[in-house]
């Protein structure tokens, strides 16, 4: 990967009081490429949709953010709200989990291109806005006959055609999917993957595709990063990174999805750590299997490995940082019931 | 793609007009009917000649039988002649004529000011949700709410009219006003115009200012709390945050889809309203002395003429169905998921 369209910097959002802020991103560095697709994994609750949003600066109201989003040599994290806003559309698109209330009820599908494109391109004729939008709707699978209908004329998996025709419509650098089908059934959501897939070939855009699903991204991916508790705990190549996970986490992660193969479902136990006052060290040392001592002391050191993955855990050293000793197991009690989710 | 068009939503609801209305035109003749008394001896006072009671009896149409008074009752209404009263013998088509236009002064420029300060007072509250602006924006609106319009429109009397004497407090005009006024429409603030009369419209508009205040206040506290509630509700909804999503600017985010989407429930309720606001158009109208037909209701009802009672409850009935299906046109136009 050469050049980065997008840089994140050590990013931190925390949401709530200055006292005790829930640290959803605390610490995370990223780069997406030109037309690269690269898939954002991680349990429910890791900071995915997070980081996701802070990237378009499209934050709730009480968070706060720090550290850096570089695009086009610009910080958006220290750019004024305005400019930010001006950006999302023509630079950076997003489409959400949920495509059945993200359209006005009240407008037709033609008037959300109409102030899409006449928001971000004032000078635009009528018949070049009907065009265009027509354009993107139809690689979409969307018919010019219904360009004139209503939201509520649609079934979810053409909502969310429409909604991805709409981030594209203005032929944005980068589209961040915020699990784009968890909503829609298996046809459908296959049906959308492979439109978003196509999307470097077809717009040359680069997709940040947040998801719960490891399938999907073994498959249309070009890299992966895995996220724990608001930190980044491996990235690489997702060939790479399936064949052989770095991080005790990846790999159970891993281990719990399900195949025709899979006799006993794996999970692994205990619960995602509060994120307001996660642990101390390693924030995933109390359900990791290959604990050390070091691991609820010390917080791991960001490790890049040969095949140019990073990783987030002491198994990989430094090892001249791992005091003398700790590397022994980490002895503690078993993990019980009550503990897990 | 929906199975019902416009154009058939539009007529499906006219249709159900018909039986809401006949069960309306039935609730009122059966209430007054079942009310103890002979109406006619009540109305005419204590020591008439029986001989003349039921001469008027006869010639009203009460010694009938009630089947055959209620089919009389019912055709009358369709062709449109609802009747004379008992006590003033006066057509209740001319009641309607120059009491109404009263009425419909007052009324019309009350929910004007009712929407107006509801709906703006409410949708800055609700944008501005918990800052100082909200919350008085609420106080007022419970006040007004919980005022009786009798009591707001004395204290408006005694403040506007005693202490600053900026308004008058009684009547729709000057007797003046009155006097020189040209009748075109029975709608005193449409005559000034229609002749250019300007002196005698700002009597008329000054006359006007505090019983259409006082009315219209009382439901613009529900208004305010309803505008404000969508507005809060609307600014959580998906497609803002979508809207945003596509860098659609802040202030259009809040005017055209958040207030807009906030606006359709409100519709409703403005309509629903207007039944409350005839109500208080009883009381505001004697409070104020306006020659209006809630004015002449409380004089029929004091005296028992129950012709005249059942015939301005039919108009007021027959004008709440009409303002009914007006708001459900408007919704439709409005709201394209509504034609189901």
Redesign the interface.
């Known amino acids: 990967m050469t050049d980065a369209i997008l840089q994140v910097r050590n990013l931190r959002v925390y949401y709530g009081t200055p006292g005790k802020p829930v640290r959803a991103v605390d610490g995370v560095s990223l780069d997406i490429g030109e037309s690269e697709v690269v898939g954002l994994v991680g349990e429910s609750g890791c900071g995915k949709s997070t980081l996701g949003r802070g990237i ?1 600066g ?1 934050l709730p109201d009480g968070a706060r953010a720090d550290g850096e989003v570089l695009y086009d040599g610009r910080n958006l994290v220290a750019m004024p709200p305005k400019a930010v ?6 630079e950076l ?2 489409i ?1 989990q ?1 495509p059945m ?6 407008l037709r599908i033609s008037d959300h291109f109409r ?2 494109l006449e ?2 391109e004032p000078d635009l004729t009528d018949a070049e806005v009907k065009r265009r939008s027509l354009e993107t709707l139809g690689r979409m699978g969307i018919p010019p006959t219904r360009f004139r ?2 939201p ?2 649609f079934s979810g998996g053409m909502r969310q055609r429409i ?1 991805i025709a ?2 594209l419509v ?1 032929r944005p650098k980068l589209l961040v999917a915020d699990e784009p089908t968890t909503s829609l059934d298996v046809i459908v959501e296959g049906q959308i993957l492979a439109l978003l897939a196509d999307l470097k070939n077809n717009f040359g855009t680069a997709l940040l595709l947040i998801t719960h699903n490891l399938g999907i991204v073994a498959e249309s991916c070009d890299r992966m990063a895995v996220m724990y508790a608001g930190r980044i705990a491996e990235e690489g190549p997702v060939r790479e990174v399936f064949a052989d996970p770095a991080h005790p986490y990846t790999r159970d992660l891993l281990r719990s999805t399900i195949s025709l193969d899979t006799t006993t479902l794996y999970s692994i136990p205990g619960a995602p750590p509060n994120l307001i006052d996660p642990p101390p060290g390693c924030r995933f040392h109390p359900r990791c299997p290959n604990a050390m001592r070091v691991c609820d002391q010390l917080e791991p050191i960001e490790q890049r490995l040969d095949d140019g993955r990073r990783v987030l855990c002491w198994l990989h050293g430094p090892s001249e940082r791992i005091p003398q000793g700790a590397g022994a197991p980490l002895e503690r009690e078993a993990i019980g019931v009550a503990d897990e989710a | 793609m929906t199975g019902t068009s416009l154009r058939t939503y539009l007529i499906t609801r006219l249709a159900l007009v018909v039986p809401m209305v006949l069960i309306l035109l039935t609730l009122v003749f059966l209430l007054l009917r079942v009310a103890p008394g002979n109406p006619i001896q009540a109305a005419l006072g204590g020591h008439v000649p029986p001989a003349y009671v039921h001469q008027i009896e006869h010639r009203l149409g009460f010694d009938k039988p009630l089947i055959t008074q209620y089919g009389d009752y019912l055709w009358n209404i369709v062709r449109g002649n609802l009747g004379t009263t008992i006590t003033d013998n006066r057509p209740l088509s001319q009641i309607i004529k120059q009491n109404g236009a009263a009425t419909f002064e007052l009324t019309f420029f009350a929910m004007l000011i009712a929407i107006v300060v509801g709906v703006v007072v409410g949708l800055i509250a609700g944008r501005y949700r918990d800052t100082p602006v909200d919350i008085a924006g609420r106080l007022f609106g419970v006040i007004v709410y919980a005022t009786p319009p009798f009591f707001l429109g004395l204290m408006a009397q005694l403040v506007f009219g005693v202490w600053l004497g900026w308004l008058p407090t009684s009547d729709q005009a000057s007797p003046l006003t009155q006097a020189l006024l040209q009748t075109h429409t029975n709608i005193f603030l449409v005559d000034a115009i229609w002749d250019g009369s300007w002196g005698a419209l700002w009597d008329i508009v000054k006359h006007l200012i505090l019983p259409a205040t006082t009315l219209g206040l009382i439901t613009a506290g529900v208004f305010i709390r309803l505008t404000r509630i969508n507005v809060i509700r609307t600014l959580r909804d998906d497609y803002i945050e979508a809207a945003r999503a596509r860098g659609i600017a802040e202030r259009r985010v809040v005017f055209f889809h958040a207030f807009k989407n906030a606006l359709v429930p409100v519709i409703t309720v403005v309509g629903l309203n207007l039944a409350i606001l005839l109500g208080g158009v009883v009381l505001t109208e004697t409070t104020f002395n306006w020659p209006g037909i809630g004015h002449e209701l409380v004089i029929y009802l004091e005296n028992r003429d129950y012709a005249g009672v059942q015939g301005i409850i039919v108009v007021f009935a027959l004008v709440v169905v009409a303002v009914s299906i007006l708001v459900d046109f408007l919704n439709a136009f409005v709201d394209p998921r509504i034609r189901y």
């Open positions: 378009l499209l806003r001006r950006m999302r559309g023509p698109g997003l959400f949920e209330t993200r359209l006005n009820p009240l102030e899409t928001q971000h209908q209503y509520h004329e909604m709409l981030a203005l």
